[in-house]
Structures are given as structure tokens and as C-alpha cells.
């Protein structure tokens, strides 16, 4: 008699540890199975899906490698999640949630300007306020951009140094791009004499800058007189430049200059300079030799 009750509780221990152990391997099956499904998903057909979506609207390389990175990221956990509820899990991503918060905000604290950096590099590359090639100044600077990532951009300077300028800084400041447009217009301003002619000077001056190669014949050249300083009338020279570059720029505008210079040499147009005269008298006054 006791040897049939032990046989029957040693039956249902072994019978029980069966069902448990079909459980756990059941819920090891769904574990995997809705791990791989939703990694396998989310993989071939969500981020295809999503390049190509990225690619059409003119996206570049680099944000579409950045989107690429940070959905790989998202699936893994989505697939981690959804096989924890497949295995009978459901509370896992009530921590994983609170988790993943804390997280968030220990990191957002922590690196609030590199990622301040990453969101106007994303930005940049999307709005695309300068590319690489371009001449930019911002905020007292200025520079060929070199190469643009996502934390920050590369500069060259026109004295050959090189610049690494935090997205942040070229997101949150007004940056001009002389060269974004097809042509470019500079002005220069003449000082002549009050004596001079002031219609000789203006039609030499747009003489002379016409002749140069690199400035545009429509609009053509102009000038008009803007203003009457203490010791010259100021003759405002306006002038377009096609398909500008800084080198072209500076070469242009250094040889107008140099040639309105030598015409008015030549046509006796002065280019009178500020100068002071101090006028007063002096008192001496001798002391008796002691």
C-alpha cells in the first residue's frame, strides 16, 4: 500500500515537471518566434521601405544612414518587446518603458548640446543652407566648407586653416552664402574731390569696370553718388560677377579698383584723404635760473 502512494505522487511530480517543462519550452518558441518575425519585418520591409522613401524626397547619404542606424535600433527593441508579450510577458514593457525614460533623460541632460549639435546637423543636411564647396560667413567668420557631418562641420579658412564649427553654432546663427546664387553683386565706394567733375568720374569709373573679364554686361555697371563726407563726394560703384567664387571675387574687385585709380590718375580726378589741421598758439614761459 505505501509503495503504490509513493509510485503515484513519483508519478504526478513527473507528470507536473512534463507540463512545466512543455510551458517554459512553449513560451521559449513564442519568445523567438515573435523576436525573429518582427526583426525579419522590420528589417527587410520597414527600412527599405523607408530609404527609398528618404532617397526620393532627396535625402542625403548621410541622414539616410543616420535614419538607417537609429531604425535598426527601434526594430531590435520593438522585436524585444514583442517577443516578451508572444512569451507571456506583458510587464516587461511597462519596465522596459520606465527604463528606457530614465534613460532618456539621464542622457538628455547629460549631452543636451551634442545632441543640440546632432538635430541642426540633421537640419543642415536637410535644408541644405550651404553645401560642401560653398563660401560662408557667420558670426565674424568665414571659410570654403570642407565637409559636413552630423555633429559638426569642417571649414577651411581663406588663410588655409581649417575650422571645426559645431552644427549647433551654424543652425542658430545667420550665416550669409555669397556664393548660393548663380551671380553676385559688389559694390565699392570712389572718394573724389569737391572740385572734381562728378559725371567724368562716375563715367570712368563704369568705363573701366565694364572692360574687366568676369563682370556681367547685363545688369551692367553703375554708379550713383551717395554721400558727402568731410573732404570727398562719395561715387558708389555697383557691379555683378557671374558664377562667383571667392578667388574670382577678390581678383575682380582688387583690379576695378586699381583701374579706376589709374584713370583718374590719368584724367586729374583727385581722391582726396581725410586730414586734420590743428591750429592754436603755444605759451613758453621762462623760469629764473635759481
Known amino acids: 500500500m505505501h509503495t503504490l502512494t509513493a509510485l503515484q505522487f513519483g508519478l504526478g511530480d513527473v507528470s507536473a515537471f512534463g507540463v512545466e517543462a512543455t510551458a517554459v519550452v512553449g513560451k521559449a518558441v513564442a519568445f523567438v518566434a515573435g523576436f525573429l518575425v518582427t526583426l525579419l519585418i522590420g528589417r527587410m520591409v520597414l527600412i527599405p521601405l523607408l530609404l527609398r522613401l528618404l532617397e526620393a524626397r532627396g535625402f542625403t547619404d548621410a541622414l539616410q544612414s543616420l535614419t538607417k542606424s537609429v531604425a535598426n535600433a527601434l526594430i531590435v527593441f520593438a522585436a524585444v518587446a514583442v517577443a516578451f508579450m508572444a512569451a507571456g510577458f506583458p510587464s516587461f514593457l511597462t519596465a522596459a518603458a520606465t527604463l528606457s525614460g530614465a534613460l532618456a533623460l539621464a542622457v538628455g541632460f547629460a549631452a543636451q548640446d ?3 549639435n546632432f538635430v541642426a546637423g540633421v537640419f543642415i543636411i536637410k535644408d541644405k543652407p550651404f553645401e560642401v564647396g560653398d ?6 567668420n568665414s571659410g570654403r566648407v570642407e565637409e559636413i557631418d552630423l555633429r559638426v562641420s569642417t571649414v577651411r579658412t581663406f588663410d588655409n586653416e581649417r575650422i571645426t564649427v559645431p552644427n549647433g553654432d ?11 546664387y548663380e551671380k553676385l553683386r559688389q559694390k565699392f565706394v570712389f572718394g573724389i574731390g569737391y572740385d572734381d567733375d562728378i559725371d567724368l568720374a562716375r563715367r570712368a569709373i563704369v568705363e573701366e569696370i565694364s572692360a574687366l573679364d568676369g563682370v556681367l554686361d547685363d545688369p551692367a555697371p553703375d554708379t550713383r553718388v ?16 557671374d558664377d562667383p567664387d ?6 575682380v574687385r582688387s583690379t576695378a579698383v586699381q583701374r579706376v585709380k589709374e584713370r583718374f590718375d590719368d584724367e586729374g580726378i583727385d581722391m582726396p584723404y581725410v586730414h586734420r ?14
Open 114 to 116: 551634442l545632441v543640440g
Open 135 to 140: 563660401w560662408i560667413e557667420w558670426d565674424g
Open 170 to 180: 551654424l543652425a542658430n546663427n545667420a550665416i550669409t552664402n555669397p556664393v548660393a
Open 226 to 241: 551717395t554721400e558727402l563726407g568731410d573732404s570727398a563726394v562719395g561715387i558708389q560703384s555697383r557691379f555683378w560677377i
Open 246 to 251: 571667392r578667388g574670382d571675387y577678390v581678383a
Open 277 to 290: 589741421q590743428l591750429v592754436g598758439e603755444v605759451d613758453v614761459t621762462e623760469r629764473a635760473a635759481n
